[in-house]
């Protein structure tokens, strides 16, 4: 079957999967609701946008008597469904659980997505999201916000988003040579770069104090506060990341090869690796920022699903980020049902880490 | 060197009317490129023509992955430039560096030495790869891409496992699906790196013709490092020796596939002899030299032939005849770089042949009466041997008169009648010991009397496998038969 095809196969199979698996997610917690009532509120929530218009308010301007006009966008929504589901389960559903279920889905998708490309460009099976230290600098920022009280608590997730990425253009910055960055050199330094973030994440742990809880709580996924204002940013950036990292696709299977074989077979090595990681990176942190360092999505998810679609970026890409999404969903579901609620990301290292390892006992996987 | 005409002047050929009005699809002029303090390449000229393939060789670490390298775009030289052809009608020559990794790629198509295979790609995935550059970003892959890999991989006959993984298949199947790709990508430039690197015999020859057809028939223009001398003679319309960071040579085949040049190019003693089997040649690279005697060869046929062999080897000095041209061991002397006297194939030896032959013998240090039998009186051979005061030894095999199976060699003299006395007298040899007993007699200057004893310890020393044939020569004399073409 075409490359083209079976993408676009396995993508509507899996995207069925992760609509499913939000529907049952939403359903799920300390009020049951029925999955047709889920669906119900979920269908109730469509909206098409049928007129567009501007409104001018006028705004004082400080300081001098006078007033600006300010014109402000409307848009008239059109809402063709309203099925009859009780308010409370309408409710529950779409304002309580729904940004935390659409969060994850976003986040699995992002962090699935990168993975697959750092495995791809490091050619190293060891490699996820966080390799060039996204997610150690991310740490770095969320924890100083919430220890240190110099910093307000709505900059955390500005600044978690701003040192993942600081943190990985440092690391692309210290192995960069002459305008080349060979991937070793890349790797090492993103190592030692995470060791060092590591030792500055874990003194401001010992010294926090109180808010030690939530530190960890952070550091270990970060799902359970979400907000639908969570997913303003994070959405749009993950969406747009991972359908421009999928359009590289076919450049970053000749990048597989080794670079000079890529050089040969027309891809711009060191721009194409710029931008993958580049891409890969602002994902990682916007997902990251938001949700804290949820580990092994990265990591297992796209081997799961080489082993089962082949390596293939075309077709691994988008069915990697669509089941790492309905991963992340089924496993914050079931963070949310145990008692303590542990923790999303002891969740997932748990459920995908036996699941990885009988694969590789299965399959006989030993590279990439 | 004995170069016919082709050889020294193809490199300025490019205008000359043969190559009719076709630019070369390669030019490369005064590339240097080094590693770090040391230069690899100074001051490289080369250009190849559409429809040639031209093959690189020199030593390892003469630098010609470099130039390769080079030429593709991957690394960039110090100075000098490198341009190639465009791959539309015009075929403008332009600078590869000033050309994005696209452009250069639907110019020039290399096949690698070795590519990374940790992704279990399936073959057909991997040769789709060879249609990246011809596709934009946002294309599916056309009928008429899938049409070329197809083709490309009917060629090289890799459609057949074309579902399996790349990590399940052989060396020599991958050699050929990375040719495939090359071909698939549909480039004027072909680059071939150590094509024949990892295969055995039969592979390489396969694949070395494909590399031929595609120069032939499609016209590309296909640049070879080879590090098997006789493929690259067999193959190529021309080749380049790449030594000390230059060209050295640059010719056809048989007037580059020389033994001085070759000597030089790869500061070895080198042995070159014509191939009966295909037309190419025979390339052996032989030990230091043992001894370093002059010895005329008075004989023919097979024994003379390996005797020169095994003396040529040793590093003895040679010279042969007279002997009917043509005759097996004169191409073995040649290719030894020894003198010969030769005569017509079925004429007499005149005297003034028989002169020539006499001289070398007289200036000799050792006579080697090596044939597998020898007439009575008035033989040109006993003639020469008469006639000179050289000391003389005898190959075992060599009989002498109306020699029927009886006459074993070792009883000397034993047909009797027309045997000169020398002959009772000359100490005989075994082909081993050859080159140990030449030692020892020259040693004794003449007197060879009482030899025949020391000579035994003399050759047990000496012994070694003279041939050394590493780098140079993959398949010898033998292993031609196999590949016939």
Redesign the interface.
């Known amino acids: 079957m ?3 095809r079976r993408a676009a196969t396995y993508s509507t199979g899996l995207f069925v999967v992760l609509l499913a698996t939000i529907v049952a997610s939403a359903g799920i917690g300390s009020v049951d609701v029925p999955p047709a009532h889920v669906a119900a509120a979920l269908v109730n929530q469509i909206a098409i946008p049928t007129s567009f218009g501007v409104t001018t308010s006028a705004i004082g301007v400080p300081f001098v008597d006078a007033t600006l006009p300010m014109p402000t966008p409307t848009v008239g929504f059109y809402e063709p469904f309203s099925l009859a589901v009780a308010s409370t389960d309408e409710t529950i559903v779409v304002d309580i659980r729904l940004p935390r279920v659409l969060l994850a889905a976003t986040v699995g998708c992002g962090l699935a997505a990168a993975g697959t490309v750092m495995q ?1 460009l490091f ?1 190293n099976p060891l490699a996820d999201p966080s390799i060039i230290g996204v997610s150690t600098g991310a740490a770095v920022g969320a924890v100083a916000v919430i220890t240190l009280p110099v910093f307000a608590a709505w900059l955390l997730e500005p600044m978690a988003f701003l040192m993942g990425l600081l943190t990985a253009f440092g690391v692309y910055w210290i192995a960069t040579q002459n305008g080349r960055t060979p991937v070793a050199t890349l790797l090492l330094a993103g190592v030692a770069v995470q060791a060092l973030l590591g030792a500055a994440t874990s003194y401001l742990l010992i010294t926090s104090g109180d808010s030690m809880e939530k530190v960890v709580f952070w550091l270990m996924g970060n799902l359970h506060a979400a907000q639908w204002p969570d997913l303003r940013y994070t959405l749009p950036i993950v969406l747009l990341g991972t359908l421009a990292l999928w ?2 696709a ?2 970053l ?2 990048l ?3 670079e ?10 060191e721009r194409t690796k710029r931008i993958l990681l580049g891409l890969a990176t602002v994902v990682t942190a916007a997902g990251v920022a938001v949700a804290g360092v949820i580990g092994f999505v990265g990591l297992i998810v796209p081997h799961v699903l080489r082993l089962l679609v ?3 970026h075309r077709v691994l890409l988008p069915t990697s980020a669509l089941a790492g999404g309905a991963f992340l969903v089924a496993a914050d579901a079931i963070s949310r049902t145990t008692p303590e609620a542990i923790p999303v990301g002891i969740v997932t290292a748990v459920a995908g880490g036996p699941f990885f390892l009988y694969l590789l006992r299965e399959r006989e996987v030993h ?2 | 060197m004995t170069a016919p005409e082709s050889g020294e002047d193809d490199h300025e050929a490019v205008d000359t009317p043969s190559n009719s009005s076709l630019s070369p699809a390669i030019d490369v002029e005064g590339i240097e490129a080094s590693f770090g303090e040391e230069s690899v390449l100074d001051g490289v000229d080369a250009t190849v023509e559409p429809g040639e393939l031209v093959g690189l060789v020199g030593p390892n670490g003469a630098g010609k992955t470099t130039l390769l ?1 080079t030429i ?3 690394l960039t030289p110090e100075s000098g430039t490198v341009r190639v052809a465009s791959d539309d009608e015009e075929r403008r020559l332009e600078d590869v560096q000033a050309l ?3 452009a ?3 110019r ?3 096949v ?1 030495q070795t ?8 073959v057909r ?2 040769v789709e ?2 249609r ?4 934009s ?2 294309q ?2 056309s009928a008429e891409d899938r049409d070329l890999v197809d083709a490309a991989m009917e060629r090289t006959r890799t459609a057949r496992f074309a579902d399996r993984s790349i990590e399940d298949v052989s060396g020599g199947e991958r050699q050929r699906i990375l040719l495939a790709r090359a071909i698939a ?1 549909d480039a004027p430039v072909l680059l071939l790196d150590e094509p024949t690197a990892n295969l055995d015999l039969h592979h390489a020859v396969e694949t070395m013709t494909l590399a031929r057809e595609l120069a032939e028939t499609d016209g590309a223009a296909a640049l070879a490092a080879i590090h098997d001398l006789e493929l690259a003679a067999r193959f190529c319309d021309r080749i380049l020796v790449l030594a000390g960071g230059e060209i050295v040579a640059n010719g056809a085949p048989e007037a580059v596939l020389e033994r001085d040049v070759l000597a030089a190019a790869f500061d070895a003693r080198i042995a070159v002899e014509p191939s009966p089997i295909d037309g190419g040649v025979t390339v052996r690279a032989l030990d230091d030299p043992e001894i370093d005697h002059r010895v005329h060869v008075v004989g023919g046929g097979e024994p003379a032939a390996a005797a020169i062999g095994r003396l040529g080897e040793a590093g003895a000095d040679l010279s042969l005849g007279p002997v009917p041209e043509g005759d097996r061991a004169v191409s073995t002397a040649t290719a030894f770089d020894g003198t010969t006297v030769t005569t017509a194939r079925f004429g007499g030896v005149d005297a003034a042949t028989r002169e020539r032959a006499t001289e070398l013998a007289a200036d000799a240090d050792v006579v080697l009466l090596a044939a597998e039998r020898i007439g009575g009186d008035g033989d040109p051979w006993l003639d020469v041997i008469d006639a000179t005061d050289a000391p003389v030894v005898r190959l075992t095999d060599a009989t002498v008169g109306a020699a029927g199976p009886d006459a074993d060699a070792d009883s000397e003299n034993s047909s009797g009648d027309e045997a000169p006395p020398w002959l009772g007298r000359a100490p005989t040899t075994d082909l081993d010991s050859l080159p140990g007993a030449v030692d020892a007699i020259a040693g004794k200057s003449g007197d060879s009397g009482e030899w025949c004893g020391e000579a035994e310890s003399a050759d047990e020393s000496q012994e070694s496998d003279a041939l050394a044939d590493a780098t140079l020569a993959d398949g010898g004399v033998d292993d031609g038969e196999e590949d016939g073409r």
């Open positions: 075409h490359a083209h791809g050619r359009a590289f076919a450049d299977n000749v597989v090869l080794g000079e074989d890529a050089h040969h077979l027309g891809v711009e090595v082949g390596p293939d590279g990439l | 390298r593709s775009g991957a994005s990794s696209a250069s790629s639907r020039i198509a290399v690698p590519t990374t295979l940790s992704f279990s790609f399936s995935q991997l790869m060879g990246h550059p011809h596709r970003r946002f599916a892959p990508q």
